[in-house]
C-alpha cells in the first residue's frame, strides 16, 4: 500500500491515515489526521472566544447549516443521544458549566421558548417569537407607564426590561408578535392577569379575530 511522510510528525504512514484533498498532487493532505487533530485541538483551545463569536453570528443565522444540523440529527440521532448521555455522564462537571454558560448567553431565548411551552400547555395559539422584533417595534418605551426603559438593567430590578401578554396567556391569549409588548418588570408584575383597557393599545378587532379562528 502506499505511504508518504508526515510534515508535521514526520512519520512515515499509510495514505489512508491522512485526510484526502484534491489541492494536493497525491490526493492527501501533507500532515497525518492525528497531527491535524492535535492542531484543531490547541487551535479550539487558544481561540475559543473567536469560535464562539463565530458561530453565534454565522451558523446561528445560516438557514442552510441549520438544514444540515437537522437532517444530520434526524439520520443518526439514536448513536449521537447515546454519545451524548454517555459524555454527560463521564464529564458531570464540564457539562454543569456548559449549561451555566448556555443559560448566560441565551437567557432572552429560553424566557421566550418557556412562554411558548406555556401557551401550548394551555391549547392556546403560539408561534416563536423574535423579541428583538418586539423592541424595535415599541421603541423600549412601557406601554404601561410611556417611560423608557433602561435596558442596561437586569431581573429582578423592577425597571428592568419584561414582555407583556396584552391579552394574559392565562385568559386564552397567544403568544404571538401582535399580543406581546415590552414593560418594565415593575408595571408588568403590578398589573398582575388583569387588563385595561388602555394597556390593548394594539388593533384588538383583529386580534380577537384570530382568537375566535
Same mark, same amino acid.
Given at each position: 500500500?502506499?505511504a508518504?511522510?508526515?510534515?508535521k510528525?514526520g512519520?512515515?504512514?499509510?495514505l *489512508?491515515?491522512?485526510?484526502r =484533498?484534491?489541492n494536493h498532487? =497525491?490526493?492527501?493532505r501533507?500532515?497525518?489526521?492525528?497531527?491535524?487533530?492535535?492542531?484543531?485541538?490547541?487551535?479550539?483551545?487558544?481561540?475559543?472566544?473567536?469560535?464562539?463569536?463565530?458561530?453565534?453570528?454565522h451558523? *446561528?443565522?445560516?438557514?442552510?447549516?441549520?438544514a444540515?444540523?437537522?437532517?444530520?440529527?434526524?439520520?443518526?440521532?439514536?448513536?449521537?443521544n447515546?454519545?451524548?448521555?454517555?459524555w454527560?455522564?463521564?464529564?458531570? #462537571?464540564?457539562?454543569?458549566e456548559?449549561?451555566?454558560?448556555?443559560?448566560?448567553?441565551?437567557q #432572552?431565548? &429560553?424566557?421566550?421558548?418557556?412562554?411558548?411551552?406555556?401557551?401550548?400547555k394551555?391549547?392556546?395559539?403560539?408561534?416563536?417569537?423574535d &423579541?428583538?422584533?418586539i423592541?424595535?417595534r415599541? *421603541?423600549?418605551v412601557c406601554?404601561?407607564?410611556g417611560?423608557?426603559?433602561n435596558? =442596561? &438593567?437586569?431581573?429582578p430590578?423592577p425597571?428592568?426590561?419584561?414582555?407583556?401578554?396584552?391579552?394574559?396567556?392565562s385568559h386564552? *391569549?397567544?403568544?404571538?408578535?401582535?399580543?406581546l409588548?415590552?414593560?418594565?418588570?415593575?408595571c408588568?408584575?403590578s398589573?398582575?392577569?388583569?387588563r385595561?383597557?388602555?394597556?390593548?393599545?394594539?388593533?384588538?378587532?383583529?386580534a380577537?379575530?384570530?382568537i375566535?379562528?
Amino acid at each position: 500500500m502506499e505511504a508518504k511522510r508526515c510534515t508535521k510528525c514526520g512519520l512515515e504512514k499509510l495514505l *489512508g491515515e491522512f485526510w484526502r =484533498d484534491e489541492n494536493h498532487s =497525491d490526493g492527501h493532505r501533507s500532515a497525518c489526521k492525528e497531527c491535524t487533530a492535535a492542531q484543531k485541538r490547541r487551535y479550539s483551545k487558544t481561540h475559543r472566544e473567536e469560535i464562539n463569536e463565530y458561530n453565534r453570528h454565522h451558523r *446561528g443565522n445560516n438557514e442552510k447549516y441549520k438544514a444540515k444540523v437537522r437532517q444530520r440529527w434526524k439520520a443518526n440521532h439514536v448513536r449521537l443521544n447515546r454519545q451524548h448521555r454517555h459524555w454527560r455522564k463521564a464529564n458531570p #462537571e464540564k457539562q454543569k458549566e456548559m449549561e451555566r454558560r448556555y443559560r448566560e448567553l441565551h437567557q #432572552e431565548e &429560553l424566557k421566550e421558548r418557556a412562554q411558548y411551552r406555556r401557551a401550548l400547555k394551555r391549547n392556546n395559539s403560539a408561534e416563536r417569537v423574535d &423579541l428583538g422584533v418586539i423592541r424595535g417595534r415599541d *421603541g423600549m418605551v412601557c406601554h404601561i407607564c410611556g417611560k423608557k426603559i433602561n435596558q =442596561d &438593567l437586569e431581573y429582578p430590578h423592577p425597571m428592568s426590561l419584561s414582555y407583556d401578554h396584552l391579552i394574559p396567556i392565562s385568559h386564552g *391569549g397567544p403568544h404571538a408578535e401582535w399580543n406581546l409588548a415590552v414593560a418594565h418588570l415593575g408595571c408588568n408584575s403590578s398589573r398582575g392577569p388583569g387588563r385595561t383597557s388602555a394597556q390593548l393599545h394594539l388593533p384588538l378587532k383583529s386580534a380577537l379575530g384570530l382568537i375566535q379562528s
